[in-house]
């Protein structure tokens, strides 16, 4: 049966750690989340969300030092960059280069041999991810439809296919910026919520 819970609690990390999948609020607005580093789970929300399958998602991690993990490990520059944005609500987009992780996380990056991180500011937040490992959490809501804003809206586009809801109450923001770096430049794909 699908919980709400009013608070991050031991029953939600030990859900995500399973490899379930849940709405909860995020830096920026509600998100559908679940280990990024869990197959199934990744491609359970991409049928949640009747997402297109060639679009990756943008993955939460509580430090610097998970981006190993995905065999991403940035240059003097790219850090210098990276410090500017993070901890903060933009998402930043970093090439996978070695041979062996293209094909390990091509179910994240869906062929596009890039991933989009963000390292949120609030400290509930990072923590909660320490616990949990990486979480890929698009908005909560199916491709092309407005991100719900209370788990009532939420409700209505996952009912009972999610394994839990956190109600935050109603929460009104934006997505998060979208950043690429060119040419040791930062490069905004997408405008949205940029603050630190």
């Known amino acids: 049966m699908t919980k709400v819970f009013f608070n991050f609690n031991s029953e939600v990390v030990k859900i ?40 990756p998602m943008i993955i939460l991690i509580n430090s610097f030092s998970v981006l190993k993990i995905f065999g991403i490990v940035p240059d003097a520059q790219t850090k210098k960059l990276l410090k500017r944005f993070w901890p903060g609500k933009v998402s930043v987009i970093l090439r996978v280069k070695s041979h062996e992780s293209k094909i390990k ?16 500011k609030p400290y509930w937040l990072r923590k909660l991810l320490a616990k949990t490992g990486p979480l890929v959490a698009p908005s909560a809501n199916l491709e ?34 979208i950043v690429a770096f060119r040419s040791g430049k930062a490069l905004f794909l997408r405008k949205g919520a940029n603050g630190k």
């Open 105 to 120: 996380l091509k179910y994240l990056h869906r062929g596009t041999n890039s991933l989009a991180f963000r390292l949120p």
């Open 16 to 55: 995500l750690k399973r490899g379930g999948a849940g709405v909860m609020p995020t830096d920026t607005i509600y998100g559908i989340v679940g280990s990024a580093m869990s197959r199934k789970t990744v491609a359970r929300i991409y049928r949640l969300r009747k997402r297109r399958p060639d679009k």
């Open 144 to 177: 092309g439809k407005t991100p719900a804003t209370t788990i009532k809206e939420a409700q209505k586009y996952f009912g009972a296919k999610a394994d839990f809801y956190v109600d935050a109450g109603k929460l009104i923001g934006v997505p998060s910026a």
